[in-house]
């Protein structure tokens, strides 16, 4: 595949995620979509469907044993490096972010390591890999949002609060995203139910798996929805006239992602696992930071601006960079 065709197939892909993104800018301009109905959805994508769509990326297909232990190496994988690109992102932020206005400050160093990984990167994982029989693209995608997830609620929260004491080690360990994490491999692992000791993994009842799908066909839709009416309430004039929040941007967007495309393709990384990986460095910023920003009492008109300026840059480098991914991978 070129990368004329690379490119064509991801902005196919992202754009069916900004049409649905439109439509929520829309519903938040005719009033159809209300903030606190905006919160609701939120919860209803954290606490329910991100874990469906993870138990059921790890539940949906069985493999052999041999295929088993290959993607449990990849896993390990994109935990090792989704680690380390959280820990290179933190450490390069207070070199690059010192501003003396705190607020200003914490902001962007917030925004800078935290995308959209839940609410776009997943998505398009789905999206761009998955296919009925094979769920690697949210499988692997669900181990770094993990990873994002230990990150936002341990350096991210105490960052933005100012304050160590602001962590919370239950929110940490009961997160609904690690807890999906954990019952899917418990349930991809497991040696207890065995497919005449060929293939690995626990085989759900139809019933139980049809639920499962049903609920993880909400993450395409809600979290865009989401996105949009956040886009309808922020000033994008403004935003697109604030020089520093270009090189927010410029790192989240492009600086990040292209350098661990560059370091995993030199370590020989390859397939669907560079992809992954590569998704989520690209993602814009994620909602969070307005909501943390807004929680902590921080510069919240800012993090609104960040949000919503890098998602629309975001439908012109996401292409870009993946599919350069998707070329080379």
Not at 96 to 117: G, K
Not at 165 to 191: D, E, H, Q, R, Y
């Amino acid at each position: 595949m070129d990368f004329l065709d690379s490119f064509l197939a991801v902005s196919q892909k992202v754009g069916l995620l900004f049409i649905i993104i439109a439509l929520g800018f829309i519903c938040q301009k005719t009033k159809l979509l209300t903030e606190e109905a905006n919160k609701c959805m939120a919860d209803i994508v954290m606490y329910f469907v991100t874990p469906c769509v993870i138990i059921n990326a790890f539940s949906s297909t069985m493999y052999t044993k041999e295929e088993l232990l290959g993607i449990l190496k990849n896993i390990g994988i994109v935990a090792l490096v989704s680690i380390a690109l959280h820990v290179v992102m933190i450490l390069s932020v207070y070199l690059l972010f010192r501003f003396r206005d705190e607020d200003r400050r914490r902001v962007t160093r917030f925004a800078a390591v935290f995308s959209n990984a839940g609410f776009i990167a997943l998505p398009l994982a789905e999206a761009l890999i998955d296919t009925p029989e094979c769920h690697e693209g949210a499988l692997y995608a669900a181990v770094f949002l993990a990873i994002f997830n230990i990150a936002l609620w341990t350096w991210g929260l105490v960052d933005m609060s100012g304050e160590k004491k602001a962590m919370n080690w239950k929110k940490i360990i009961f997160n609904p995203g690690i807890i999906g994490v954990v019952v899917g491999l418990f349930i991809f692992t497991s040696p207890l139910y065995m497919t005449f000791g060929e293939t690995a993994g626990i085989r759900l009842p139809g019933l139980v798996r049809d639920a499962l799908s049903a609920l993880s066909a909400l993450n395409l839709p809600l979290p865009m929805l989401m996105v949009g009416y956040y886009l309808g309430k922020a000033d994008l004039v403004a935003a697109f006239c604030d020089v520093w929040s270009y090189f927010c941007m410029a790192m989240r967007l492009v600086v990040y992602p292209l350098a661990l495309l560059g370091v995993l393709y030199l370590c020989g990384v390859r397939g669907n696992v560079l992809t992954v990986l590569v998704i989520g460095a690209s993602a814009p910023v994620g909602a969070t930071t307005t909501i943390f920003s807004a929680k902590f009492n921080r510069d919240t008109e800012l993090s609104v601006r960040l949000v919503s300026l890098s998602t629309i840059l975001s439908m012109i480098t996401m292409p870009l960079i993946v599919g350069l991914t998707q070329m080379i991978a």
